[in-house]
């Protein structure tokens, strides 16, 4: 339980800087660019809080430019996955134990390297290693997960304060929020580092012990974090750095009686052949593992004919093309009135020109770089051929791309009217937007053709200004979003402010940066102590006398 003399008081979000010309912070991050891209780091396993080399080498790139290294890694094997899972068990029983505010510091003290020591090494390979601009590495890998390891610390000290509030005579009610009897395993994409950091930290806050496998795409952001996690006093084999093949490590964790809980953010397919392996292994777990995925998004921006044109533009073009719509809350797809389309157009096009013209490495502080890999290159160049020689769509912009330097796609906007379009349903995660026209009366109709085309239930956005057009898309889009936004654009969701995750094909909707995923973390145990307790086995009605 909570002592007030420990009490955390609600934080504040990080402040994002702005890394204008002529800046110190622009002067800051261009010189740990110029050292991270002029080194090459060799970068180990971190198990049980040691170094590791497996020899079993892959290649940390810089997307915009594919054939520059920034580190090697060493790839976990068989053997080396069973010592993390072994090194996470040996440090549990101490870690659990631990005094919940000395485990907040650890995290407290983490958050202050982030916004300080680490600010600028994390964003720069952010930026080297993902290809994210400075702005999106900003408010990523600095402003929300350091947002993230704060409030978790406030949410967790909140949990625990939640106490029975009613006790018989003589009798005192408890509740312990002990953690998870096992090891948790974090799987954590390439395109966020913020994610990559919250999938080990919220377990970890609540008292459990983390096998953790990075995306190999963004092996080095991961690296530093772990390395800084260490830093701030995180004890040994709390979190065990396992980077490699997921079809090769994932097989061997799922399988492993200790699971007890997989926190993930991946695929809708990579969590859905997860999900089906631990159902046909549930026989030899030791409990019943949690299972916490956030995982694909179909993302969606209504406007209805009383929508503003000019902010409904800007969210179309931040939503859909920021970070190269390689997140999963990006605009994929846009439901216009044919009235607006003209005056929308005017907006958006030049735009979506001037976002064209602004593409090239992160280092030249380019608002629009690559996407992140060859196998994603080639998977949306194959779908921007269909839209450039099908006749259901019309490429209005962009559509073309480059992979001889880097993994350069245009930003595009698809023109069709049929709702049921593959890019109106299947999710690309690239820098492709998707209009759909429709007939102005038609705007209920086409709510519910919204609400029935993707599998998905992410993000979307409804813009208007009639007050009843906002209460129709709120009803009959209710199951469609797990974070829905009116007048602005579905991507940005803020710690504390708006708790992320979506349901259906989108994952288990567990809110990652609120309490209700801390709660996944934990398995409470009530307890009761009686200090009067009975004598006698009897009770009141079995006592013998004469009735009246």
Request: hydrophobic content about 40%; overall charge negative; proline content about 6%.
């Amino acid at each position: 339980m909570i002592n007030a003399m420990f009490e955390i008081p609600l934080p504040a979000n990080e402040p994002a800087l702005s890394y204008a010309p002529g800046s110190r912070e622009r002067k800051l991050i261009t010189e740990e660019l110029n050292r991270q891209y002029g080194m090459t780091l060799d970068v180990p396993l971190i198990i049980g809080g040691q170094e590791v080399r497996t020899g079993k080498l892959g290649v940390a790139i810089c997307p915009h430019e594919h054939q520059h290294r920034l580190a090697q890694f060493h790839h976990a094997g068989e053997a080396e996955v069973h010592l993390a899972m072994q090194a996470a068990l040996a440090a549990q029983g101490k870690w659990q134990r631990m005094p919940w505010y000395d485990r907040v510091a650890i995290f407290l003290r983490a958050a202050d390297l982030i916004s300080g020591k680490y600010r600028f090494i994390l964003n720069a390979a952010t930026m080297l290693n993902q290809s994210k601009n400075v702005y999106q590495a900003e408010i990523d890998a600095t402003a929300e997960l350091a947002d993230f390891l704060r409030f978790n610390a406030y949410f967790m000290q909140k949990i625990y304060s939640e106490q029975p509030p009613f006790h018989a005579p003589g009798t005192w009610n408890r509740m312990q929020y002990r953690p998870l009897e096992g090891f948790v395993f974090a799987v954590s994409p390439f395109n966020f580092t913020a994610i990559a950091g919250n999938l080990c930290i919220a377990p970890a806050l609540m008292g459990n012990v983390v096998v953790w496998k990075p995306a190999t795409t963004s092996v080095l952001s991961s690296y530093y974090l772990m390395k800084l996690y260490q830093e701030a006093g995180l004890p040994d084999g709390v979190i065990n750095f396992v980077p490699g093949q997921g079809s090769m490590v994932a097989p061997i964790v799922l399988d492993d009686e200790h699971l007890a809980g997989l926190h993930v953010t991946c695929s809708t397919q990579a969590f859905s052949s997860m999900w089906r392996t631990i159902g046909q292994n549930i026989g030899k777990y030791r409990s019943y593992p949690r299972l916490v995925g956030e995982t694909g998004g179909k993302d969606f921006v209504v406007l209805h004919p009383s929508a503003d044109i000019r902010s409904a533009a800007v969210a179309l073009a931040r939503g859909a093309f920021e970070y190269q719509g390689q997140k999963c809350s990006a605009v994929s797809r846009a439901y216009i009135p044919e009235s607006l389309w003209p005056r929308l157009w005017d907006e958006l096009g030049p735009m979506v020109a001037d976002i064209m013209a602004d593409t090239g490495d992160p280092r030249d502080f380019k608002f629009f770089n690559a996407v992140i890999s060859q196998a994603a290159f080639d998977k949306t160049m194959a779908y921007l051929k269909e839209a450039r020689h099908g006749e259901k769509a019309q490429v209005l912009i962009g559509g073309g791309g480059d992979d001889r330097v880097g993994f350069f796609i245009q930003p595009t906007v698809i023109l069709t009217r049929d709702p049921g379009y593959i890019t109106m349903s299947e999710e690309l995660f690239a820098p492709v937007l998707t209009v759909c026209l429709y007939e102005d009366e038609r705007y209920e109709e086409t709510l519910r053709i919204c609400d029935a085309t993707s599998a998905y239930a992410l993000t979307g956005a409804v813009f208007a200004s009639d007050r009843e057009a906002i209460g129709k898309a709120l009803d009959i889009l209710r199951h469609a979003a797990g974070n829905f936004y009116i007048n602005d654009k579905p991507t940005g969701a803020v710690v504390g402010q708006q708790p992320f995750g979506g349901g259906r094909a989108s994952g288990t909707n567990d809110k990652a940066g609120s309490h209700l995923n801390l709660l996944r973390w934990t398995n409470p145990q009530a307890i009761k102590e009686c200090f009067t307790p009975p004598s006698d086995y009897r009770y009141p009605f079995m006592q013998k006398g004469e009735c009246s």
